[in-house]
C-alpha cells in the first residue's frame, strides 16, 4: 500500500516526502508548528567529490568545500590555500621593517595584530632590550637584575637609581648606629630600597625596635604588591611613570604609588590581592577601582555603555605599553 505524500506545493516543485501529521511531513509540519510558515525545504547537497577550492583534493564536507575552507567560508575571510596559514620557521612581523619579533597571526606579531583586530594604527615598537647574563651591570655589585628574562640589567635598588636619574652608586644596606641616629636628629631615615634620605613621615615605625623600618612606605607597599601580582617591581614603577602618576580613569594625582591600587581582571584571577601577572591592567584610585570599574564589570552590557571603562578594560595601560603580556596560555 503506497503512502500519502505531503499535501504542500509550489511552483518550484512539491513536496514528495511521506505524509506524518495533519497531511503534511514531518519537517513541513514541524515549520508550521514552530514559525507558522511553510518554506520550499531545501535540498541536501551531496558530499561526494572534492572541494570546490581550485586545486584541493579534500573530501567536501559542506557546502561544496571542504572542512578547512568551510571553517574560513564561515569566517567570511578570503578562501586560502589549506595549510598556508602556518606561520613559516623564523618568521618576523611584516608591519614595519623595525619590527623584528616573530609572527603570530596575518604575518604580525602579537602586540600588532591586537593593534589591526581592535581597528586602531600600526604603530612601531620599541627593540626589545637585549637579555643580559643575569647580573647586575652596576660597579661593584653583586646582585642579580631584577628580570633577567625581560632584558632588565640593573638589580632593583640600581634600577630605582637609574630612573630617578641618579648616579649608579654602590648600595648602602646597613647603617652605622650613629649615623642612624644623625638621621633621625635631622628628621629623615634612611631607605635600603631606593637608597636616598626620606622624611621620616615617609617611613612605618617598628614598634619593638622603637625605630623606623629600612623600607620606606613607598618602596615596601610596591615590593607586597610586586610580589602579590606576579610583577616585577621595575613594571610597577614603569607603568606609575607610564600614568603620568596618574589615575588611569579620573587622572586623580597620586603623589607616590601607594596612593593607587593596582586592578587586575578578576575573570582571569578571581582571588583578591593575587594575580598570576598576566592579567594587570593599571593602576586606579580607590573609588575607581572598588568602585566605578567592578560596579561596570558586573553590569556591563546591560548599562548603556561608557566609553572611557570600555576603552580601559578592552586596551588597559599595562597592555598598551607593553608592560605585560595578554596572550593566552595553551
Known sequence: MT??????????????????TRG??????????????????????????????????????????????????????????????????????????????????????RTHYDQRSKGRALTVLPAPRPSPDGSCEAPACTRTAENPARGDRLCLSHGIMQRRGSALAPLITRTPTERLTELIARGVYWCTVCQQELPLDRFIRDHKRNSPRSRCRSCSGMLTRANKFNI?????????????????????????????????????????????????????????NAG?????????????PYSLLDAYLDDPPAARFGLTDRTPQV
Open 24 to 109: 503534511f511531513c514531518q519537517q513541513h509540519y514541524d515549520h508550521l508548528r514552530r514559525r507558522g510558515l511553510l518554506p520550499v525545504l531545501q535540498k541536501r547537497q551531496s558530499t561526494e567529490g572534492p572541494c570546490d577550492f581550485p586545486g584541493c583534493p579534500e573530501d567536501i564536507y559542506a557546502n561544496r568545500l571542504c572542512n578547512p575552507h568551510w571553517q574560513q567560508s564561515r569566517k567570511r575571510t578570503t578562501l586560502v590555500e589549506v595549510g598556508s596559514w602556518k606561520i613559516p620557521e623564523g618568521a618576523l612581523c611584516t608591519a614595519a621593517p623595525t619590527c623584528d619579533r616573530p609572527q603570530y597571526s596575518l604575518t604580525l606579531c
Open 232 to 288: 616585577s617591581f621595575a613594571d610597577l614603577a614603569r607603568l606609575f611613570t607610564a600614568q603620568d602618576h596618574l589615575c588611569a580613569l579620573c587622572r586623580a594625582a597620586a603623589e607616590h604609588i601607594d596612593g593607587l591600587n593596582l586592578d587586575h581582571d578578576h575573570a582571569c584571577c578571581p582571588d583578591r590581592g593575587t594575580s598570576c601577572g598576566r592579567c594587570i591592567r593599571g593602576l586606579l584610585c580607590w573609588n575607581c
Open 292 to 304: 566605578v570599574v567592578t560596579w561596570y564589570e558586573r553590569l556591563r552590557g546591560t548599562v548603556p
Open 3 to 20: 503512502k500519502a505524500r505531503c499535501t504542500f506545493t509550489d511552483p518550484s516543485g512539491d513536496c514528495t516526502k511521506e505524509v506524518s
